[in-house]
């Protein structure tokens, strides 16, 4: 049996500390699950008692079931001069009604001086009355040894006097943090192998990345017998990052054994990863270690020949393993096995080889190098092979559409469409406003097709979301947009992109409709609206 | 006298196998003279044996006097069957003419098999006989074992062997490769220090960041006894990139107290790391540490109260070592203290208590409710400063705009907008295209406002970011545009949230306009151009 570490993610805490990071409370309760799913054993939500949104994740979490992970609030030792039961952030930490708690405290006698203004034995007191109230209150107590390598460094004697006060006061993990990122990884192997002998409460290692240390430094930890470690997906986080967990747990459990999460999801590394990138609005890195798209990244020639005998030669470990792909760049070869990788995960069946096939990948490598991407996006990917491989039905021809938006002197603003869409011989001319001009499009497109097709009126627009591509090239940047239609409780994701944000929500808003309505296998009635002889004549 | 390790950069080299780094042979000269100045040993310039565009380099850098550095040429041993001086990739080394040159070997007998298919003993003689040669030749040679330590783990017997060869023909450094970047640090450490007891050569370390260790094994391998690093700025290399320069250094010069580069020179790191990225024509990652834009940003209140006492607390090194410069972000995790931070760093006299400060501080958590966020948009907080403390000059009045897209039945797109703005008691009335409706409304503003203030046509964009805020509200959306405007290497960012996502364009678009003026103090001048009747009659 190899050794459990627990893992806790604080994506949802200290990630969103990073510059540009920032969830909404449902973004939150979705990453919440994912990380369930993915079988993370603590999953850090957030700082109930100082940010209202915050409680917002923690009331949406109540009522959900999880699985595997144990959901934590975060929060400080109890303010000086109050009571525990008293204290209004301890209180906000019980509110949340999570089996755990992590909460920090200080361990350098700089901080107890100069940002608490109390004496060390205060500071050991407010520790140990913190964590005896909230034992008392039936909470796993995860305590946060704040700035301790630096506290450790500056007064060894102190900074073990508050781990012990912690230990005897009930803390369940005892978690030695880097908050400033500054120490070197010989350094946390000799002090986490002290504390280890002085303690016996299970020690926890919280890393940051100032010194690109932050991975080093966990592993680092864990040999010297920390059994939990703390960080983020993808290393969001204050300043430089926190512990990339996505490197983290490979390295742990690939190559050292260690048992971190469920064998079985391992492959599912490089997804939750794109994932919490996607939901965070971030560009992924490609150069990310193994999840990031260029991890296994190979050259044409002496390489690619060299992995196909033997992918050891020059790969660390198999891609499979993280549900990343190789990719043989500059190649016709690369193309394929990306396509084949992407369609059979997709769960299509077509040959690679028919012509058809050639086809397909053919335009795939088109639309990518234009900006598509298809991970999110699987019904414009399902469009695309049904357009190749069968026929595609017709269920509509855009005869045009115009958008116009105006704002006037006094600030007031007004956005309105007009589409003329026509089915068989039919032609319907329709307007329609909005509170901007991709809404105003949305609705006088549902508005016309409504006409042939009632079922329209059932699908909603689950999730709208805009990257832009080329940053430098001002508002004259390409973006990619990104729409989630959902009928039923089943959702479906397309894709559109362009220069223009409308002609980019355009093509991912009817490829929606045109999904929805090839798997009803709809079909056209005729309008029942009276026409007007004018309207007729534009047709 | 501190212990001195020799530098070697191969950001021109191993850096531009990096996917989507590439330079120019006068990309590449600029960089080295760049190099040089900043007082790096070693740059290695490319391969001459494999490149055209590399040997270009190394003609152009005949030229030039580098006053500290050494240029470097890169190959491979001697093809087996060829005699060292009729071999091509030698005989491109020598005509590279370089003082030093990096030649690279097999260590790990799987490469020795499968892709040299020669014996054991014959890859000892090509490694001997290509040293020997380059030694006749007067080179200093650089000997690079490459996947060293997969070698050493497969066969510790033979892979030490093969360094004895380069040791004995008279190799100046042996550079031990991991060239998969699979090892771990406490593996370089053990490994590096067996081959130090083996070996009386200098030893190097070459290390790859494929378990994101690239920079810790660097370390490491330094404290275990290397002499000599290899790297690139900002870690640019194939798949995952080579041990990042831009950390090691100062992890060995400021914290270790080894001598990298002229103690002068560490204030140029930033910049150089800027320097580097920009000729790349690759974003800068914020988060990268020592020199991104977000090491030293401080975003939670707590953290910024202390950093205000002593920047100790949350900074483990003073960013001015290494020429960065302290932030503080606002977001709904700041408290007063990083408000009343951020208005002392753009100079306001800011009283928090004062009438003024109260009513700023309310507005700003009423926009940031909105989804407002300003760490990224410091223009748009200065003008809302601005606003509530001083008068804010009116540059100029929208009298409104119109935005019209249109596309046909044949797919074709068209984007045009037209803008009425005042300025005092003259108007000026404009149409402009682009390639989406806000690149249309853009260009149409700035098209009016050249009228008044030519100067605006200097101001460039920079970078264009859209957020959905609450997807789940589809099209409807709001959404949060961020825009960063520059002028001669100054840049400013500015914010705008809307559900419609034109008006928060035109906000962020208008602002980092107003922003420019104000701070260049502009005055109107009259427009020169001829009035139509029927235009003036419209004011």
Not at 42 to 55: L, R
Not at 59 to 86: L, M, W, Y
Not at 448 to 471: H, M, W
């Amino acid at each position: 049996m190899s050794k459990s570490i627990q893992i806790f993610d604080t994506t949802l805490r200290d990630g969103t500390q990073g510059e540009k990071v920032s969830f909404s409370a449902e973004d939150k309760l979705r990453i919440a699950k994912r990380l369930d799913e993915f079988g993370i054993d603590y999953i850090e939500g957030g700082w109930p008692g100082s940010n209202p949104k915050d409680m917002a994740f923690f009331d949406k979490a109540k009522n959900h079931n999880f699985s595997h992970s144990k959901i934590v609030a975060f929060g400080s030792t109890c303010r000086a001069g109050n009571q525990p039961e008293e204290d209004p952030n301890l209180k906000a930490l019980i509110a949340a009604e999570t089996p755990a708690v992590s909460l920090f405290g200080k361990s350098w006698l700089l901080h107890v001086h100069e940002a608490l203004k109390i004496t060390p034995e205060e500071n050991l007191e407010l520790i140990s009355g913190s964590i005896e109230f909230l034992k008392k209150n039936g909470k796993e107590v995860i305590y946060d040894a704040e700035h301790f390598f630096d506290g450790y460094k500056d007064n060894r004697e102190y900074a073990l006097k508050t781990l012990r006060a912690a230990e005897l006061s009930g803390a369940d993990v005892i978690v030695l943090c880097d908050t400033n990122g500054g120490t070197l990884t010989h350094e946390i192997t000799k002090i986490v192998e002290d504390v280890s002998n002085s303690i016996d409460a299970a020690i926890g290692i919280h890393s940051h990345n100032d010194c690109e240390l932050g991975v080093a430094n966990a592993v680092a930890a864990i040999e010297a017998g920390a059994v939990h470690v703390q960080g983020t997906i993808n290393g969001y986080g204050e300043r430089c990052g926190n512990a990339n967990l996505c490197s983290v747990i490979p390295n742990l459990q690939l190559k050292l054994g260690y048992s971190c999460i469920p064998e079985e999801q391992m492959k599912h590394l490089s997804t939750l990863s794109k994932y919490v990138s996607e939901l965070a609005n971030l560009i992924p890195d490609n150069k990310q270690p193994y999840v990031g798209r260029s991890a296994f990244a190979h050259k044409g020639g002496v390489h690619v020949s060299a992995v196909m005998k033997n992918e050891q030669t020059y790969e660390h470990v198999k891609p499979e393993l993280i549900g990343n792909s190789r990719r043989v760049l500059l190649s016709e070869l690369s193309g394929k096995s990306n396509i084949s990788y992407k369609s059979d995960e997709l769960g299509f069946d077509f040959d690679k080889t028919s012509k058809e096939g050639a086809e397909i990948i053919k335009e795939l490598k088109k639309l990518e190098n234009e900006g598509y991407q298809f991970e999110a996006a699987e019904a414009s990917f399902e469009l695309l092979v049904k357009q190749k491989t069968s026929k595609k039905p017709d269920f509509f021809h855009l005869e045009g559409f115009r958008v116009i938006m105006e704002r006037n002197a006094k600030g007031e603003s007004r956005a309105e469409a007009t589409i003329k869409v026509r089915v068989n011989d039919q032609v319907e001319l329709c307007a329609a406003e909005g509170n901007g001009p991709v809404n105003a499009l949305d609705a006088a497109l549902r508005k016309a097709l409504c006409e042939f097709y009632p079922e329209i009126s059932t699908v909603t627009l689950q999730d709208y979301k805009v990257r832009v591509l080329n940053g430098d090239d001002g508002t004259g940047a390409k973006v990619r947009v990104l729409i989630d239609s959902a009928q039923d409780g089943s959702s479906w994701g397309t894709v559109g992109v362009s220069e223009n944000i409308i002609d980019a929500s355009w093509k991912a808003l009817s490829e929606g409709i045109i999904y929805f309505l090839m798997n009803k296998k709809s079909k056209p009635k005729h309008k029942t609206t009276i026409e007007f002889p004018l309207e007729r004549s534009t047709a």
